[in-house]
């Protein structure tokens, strides 16, 4: 019975250390990667309007020697300030399945504008079929420039399945956590102090996973070498990596200390009992 009780303890101590696991990286991933608030706080962080604002002029100039109009044309179709709402507006259709259209209409609008400015306040019927086309090649750089795609309500169904199934597990890794707690102390009800090993035991082991998680995919991954969509997507992308991997190693030194502490307290717990034993056992009043 002794040695019955004895495997299942460990067994228990293992489910809770992976339950502890899985709820530190499930509260990793909701609050960086699934937080729409952390991803608009990482873009502020990292200037990433600016960023677009100015890739998206850059690459308008690339269609301005093709037309034959003049660098003008281009002034103030769009601002930074539109760049910022339009990139929210592809945050909602991803995270709250807003499903929003970026207006072009109004970059359509002065642009066309400017081009009748520039070409003396007319447009000859020969040319108007050219610069209808470079209107639209340039509404459309300008939503590939921000990344606005229709893939997004694909993203969102996706997103959402996601927060779904990490809210039932969530939800599930708390109920085992709270029952393998709860037969702990039920198989060491005649040394309660005991449970301090197997919490201790417990978080120490997982701390000690997320620590290699870290150093593993710091081994096999070169983050600041990912590159996607563009490079102000790519920075943002790589600092949000990085900050995850940092909070997996915090959340794993804090795990793995906070087990030695419990590991130690029951140490000393035991060894005050075993002294108290020995001296109860000399005491001639006893």
Same mark, same amino acid.
């Given at each position: 019975?002794?040695?019955?009780?004895?495997?299942?303890?460990?067994?228990?101590?293992?489910?809770? =250390?992976? !339950?502890?696991?899985?709820?530190?990286?499930? +509260?990793?991933?909701?609050?960086?990667?699934?937080?729409?608030?952390?991803?608009?706080?990482?873009?502020?962080?990292?200037?990433?309007?600016?960023?677009?604002?100015?890739?998206? $002029?850059?690459?308008?100039?690339?269609?301005?020697? *093709?037309?034959?109009? &003049?660098?003008?044309?281009?002034?103030?179709?769009?601002?930074?300030?539109?760049?910022?709402?339009?990139?929210?507006?592809?945050?909602?259709?991803?995270? #709250?399945?807003?499903?929003? $259209?970026?207006?072009?209409? %109004?970059?359509?609008?002065?642009?066309? &504008?400017?081009?009748?400015?520039?070409?003396? /306040?007319?447009?000859? !019927?020969? *040319? *108007?079929?050219?610069? #209808?086309?470079?209107?639209?090649?340039?509404?459309?750089?300008?939503?590939?420039?921000?990344?606005?795609?229709?893939?997004?309500?694909?993203?969102?169904?996706?997103?959402?399945?996601?927060?779904?199934?990490?809210?039932?597990?969530?939800?599930?890794?708390?109920?085992?956590? /709270?029952? @393998?707690?709860?037969?702990?102390?039920?198989? +060491?009800?005649?040394?309660?102090?005991?449970?301090? @090993?197997?919490?201790?035991?417990?978080?120490?082991?997982?701390?000690?996973?997320?620590?290699?998680?870290?150093?593993?995919? =710091?081994?096999?991954? +070169?983050?600041?070498?990912?590159?996607?969509?563009? &490079?102000?997507?790519?920075?943002?992308?790589?600092?949000?990596?990085?900050?995850?991997?940092?909070?997996?190693?915090?959340?794993?030194?804090?795990?793995?200390? @906070? /087990?030695?502490?419990?590991?130690?307290?029951?140490?000393?717990?035991?060894?005050?009992?075993?002294?108290?034993?020995?001296? &109860? *056992?000399?005491?001639? %009043?006893?």
């Amino acid at each position: 019975m002794k040695v019955v009780k004895t495997i299942l303890r460990y067994i228990i101590t293992t489910i809770l =250390a992976l !339950s502890i696991l899985m709820l530190v990286l499930i +509260n990793i991933f909701s609050s960086t990667i699934f937080n729409e608030n952390y991803i608009l706080s990482e873009l502020e962080e990292e200037d990433y309007y600016s960023k677009i604002y100015d890739m998206a $002029e850059d690459n308008f100039e690339k269609y301005i020697n *093709q037309s034959g109009l &003049d660098e003008s044309v281009l002034e103030g179709i769009i601002t930074k300030e539109k760049v910022e709402k339009d990139s929210k507006i592809i945050l909602d259709n991803i995270f #709250n399945g807003t499903n929003e $259209e970026v207006d072009t209409k %109004e970059i359509e609008d002065k642009l066309n &504008d400017n081009i009748k400015e520039s070409l003396g /306040g007319s447009i000859a !019927s020969s *040319q *108007q079929s050219a610069i #209808n086309t470079f209107v639209s090649t340039t509404c459309e750089e300008y939503k590939d420039t921000i990344s606005h795609t229709n893939y997004e309500e694909r993203i969102n169904t996706y997103y959402n399945k996601i927060i779904n199934y990490i809210d039932i597990v969530n939800k599930t890794l708390l109920i085992v956590t /709270g029952v @393998a707690i709860v037969l702990l102390i039920l198989l +060491n009800l005649r040394r309660i102090y005991r449970i301090t @090993a197997y919490l201790g035991v417990g978080l120490t082991v997982s701390g000690l996973i997320c620590i290699i998680i870290d150093k593993f995919i =710091a081994s096999k991954v +070169n983050i600041q070498g990912i590159t996607i969509l563009n &490079d102000a997507i790519s920075v943002v992308l790589r600092n949000i990596l990085t900050d995850v991997m940092n909070k997996i190693m915090s959340y794993g030194c804090i795990l793995l200390a @906070a /087990g030695i502490i419990l590991i130690i307290v029951f140490a000393l717990i035991k060894s005050l009992r075993k002294i108290k034993r020995e001296k &109860d *056992q000399y005491n001639p %009043e006893n």
